[in-house]
């Protein structure tokens, strides 16, 4: 999850249990049917299947989220595809296991997951962290794919990941829900840190509740799937994508929590001066992959000003829009 990269909301990484449960409360979402498939060895996947006519349109949930952040975005498209919506392991209701969290293995579950729903070519729709996973299956398995669309989704993170391979896990953007009371106010907090509001059962799947005082407990995902996963990123090389490519972005990018990073009292100082000094680097290698991305003949770039990182919440008409007519292409 990357909100806004200058909100004082930050949550260090909390831990939860090991073995994933259903979060109480809440009704069968009519939205969608709730499946699950073998992607490895003791490996499920939570797959939801919205229905629809059509070829296979995927939706991939970036890092935090499941596959329920896309409900409200998702029966937009059941007109002209069959629609679905992957959870990566280690989160929410899909298998929690300890290591296969580098693009490459997210990368391979997708594929695996693809090939378990008999579904030889899906085009594919993922937010923030999923770029990094379409990437690589885009480069690997060309054939399998229609066409990428990347919601706010290129970040360079393997880039990041370089960053932080020599030191701690600095505190990542999330909104601060210590001492929530219940599911309301943690709905609230986050509209208020997102623009937008979080689908009901997004709430339900990504946090767990106190089952007595409803008061928020902890994120529902393993406790060391959001270090494993910014950790294992690959660097993403994007030209080599040959097929049609949408990318809609909010033109917010890793400089800025880097140079949040470069001045916060809420890091060491040995971090201060790392990002301090990494900072130039990455504004430079920033302005370079977007001249990349512009000068590529596949690809469409569409750039929503201030529409914040869950850019379909916030931006939804227009988000739409832009993603019908590329798939109408």
């Given at each position: 999850?990357?909100?806004?990269?200058?909100?004082?909301?930050?949550?260090?990484?909390?831990?939860?249990?090991?073995?994933?449960?259903?979060?109480?409360?809440?009704?069968?979402?009519?939205?969608?049917?709730?499946?699950?498939v073998q992607?490895?060895?003791?490996?499920?996947?939570?797959?939801?299947?919205?229905?629809?006519?059509?070829?296979a349109?995927?939706?991939?949930?970036?890092?935090?989220?499941?596959?329920h952040?896309?409900?409200?975005?998702a029966p937009?498209?059941?007109?002209?595809h069959?629609?679905?919506?992957?959870?990566?392991?280690?989160?929410?209701?899909?298998?929690?296991?300890?290591?296969?969290?580098?693009?490459a293995?997210l990368?391979?579950?997708?594929?695996?997951?693809?090939?378990?729903?008999?579904?030889?070519?899906?085009?594919?729709?993922?937010?923030?962290?999923?770029?990094?996973?379409?990437?690589?299956?885009?480069?690997?398995?060309?054939?399998?794919?229609?066409?990428?669309?990347f919601?706010?989704?290129?970040?360079?993170?393997?880039?990041?990941?370089?960053?932080?391979?020599?030191?701690?896990?600095?505190?990542?953007?999330?909104?601060?829900?210590d001492?929530?009371?219940?599911?309301?106010?943690?709905?609230?907090?986050?509209?208020?840190?997102?623009?937008?509001?979080?689908?009901?059962?997004?709430?339900?799947?990504?946090?767990?509740?106190?089952?007595?005082?409803?008061a928020?407990?902890?994120?529902?995902?393993?406790?060391?799937?959001?270090?494993?996963?910014?950790?294992?990123?690959?660097?993403?090389?994007?030209?080599?994508?040959?097929?049609?490519?949408?990318?809609?972005?909010?033109?917010q990018?890793?400089?800025?929590w880097?140079?949040?990073?470069?001045?916060?009292?809420?890091?060491?100082?040995?971090?201060?001066?790392?990002?301090?000094?990494?900072?130039?680097?990455?504004?430079?290698?920033?302005?370079?992959?977007?001249?990349?991305?512009?000068?590529?003949?596949?690809?469409?770039?569409?750039?929503?000003?201030?529409a914040?990182?869950?850019?379909?919440?916030?931006?939804?008409?227009?988000?739409?829009?832009?993603?019908?007519?590329?798939?109408?292409r």
């Amino acid at each position: 999850m990357r909100m806004s990269w200058f909100s004082s909301a930050v949550l260090l990484l909390s831990a939860c249990a090991t073995t994933p449960s259903v979060p109480p409360g809440g009704d069968v979402d009519p939205l969608h049917q709730v499946r699950r498939v073998q992607v490895a060895q003791d490996v499920e996947l939570e797959v939801l299947d919205y229905g629809g006519t059509g070829p296979a349109l995927v939706f991939l949930p970036g890092m935090g989220s499941t596959a329920h952040i896309f409900d409200v975005l998702a029966p937009e498209f059941l007109g002209t595809h069959h629609v679905y919506a992957f959870t990566r392991r280690g989160y929410g209701a899909s298998s929690w296991p300890a290591s296969g969290y580098d693009s490459a293995t997210l990368g391979h579950d997708v594929l695996v997951a693809l090939d378990g729903l008999g579904l030889a070519k899906a085009t594919l729709a993922g937010h923030s962290l999923a770029g990094d996973e379409m990437t690589w299956l885009g480069a690997h398995h060309p054939e399998r794919v229609e066409a990428l669309i990347f919601l706010d989704a290129t970040d360079d993170r393997g880039e990041i990941a370089v960053f932080l391979k020599d030191g701690p896990l600095p505190p990542l953007p999330f909104s601060m829900l210590d001492g929530q009371p219940s599911r309301e106010a943690v709905a609230a907090i986050i509209e208020r840190d997102l623009g937008g509001r979080f689908p009901p059962h997004e709430i339900e799947q990504a946090y767990e509740f106190d089952a007595t005082t409803g008061a928020w407990l902890r994120h529902h995902r393993h406790p060391d799937a959001v270090e494993l996963s910014v950790r294992g990123v690959a660097l993403p090389d994007f030209a080599k994508l040959r097929g049609p490519v949408l990318a809609i972005s909010d033109e917010q990018a890793f400089t800025d929590w880097v140079a949040a990073l470069s001045t916060s009292e809420g890091v060491s100082a040995q971090m201060r001066e790392r990002a301090r000094l990494f900072l130039p680097e990455i504004r430079e290698h920033e302005a370079a992959k977007t001249a990349l991305l512009k000068g590529l003949p596949n690809w469409k770039l569409v750039t929503l000003q201030g529409a914040g990182h869950y850019l379909w919440l916030t931006r939804h008409a227009e988000v739409v829009a832009e993603m019908r007519a590329f798939l109408a292409r």
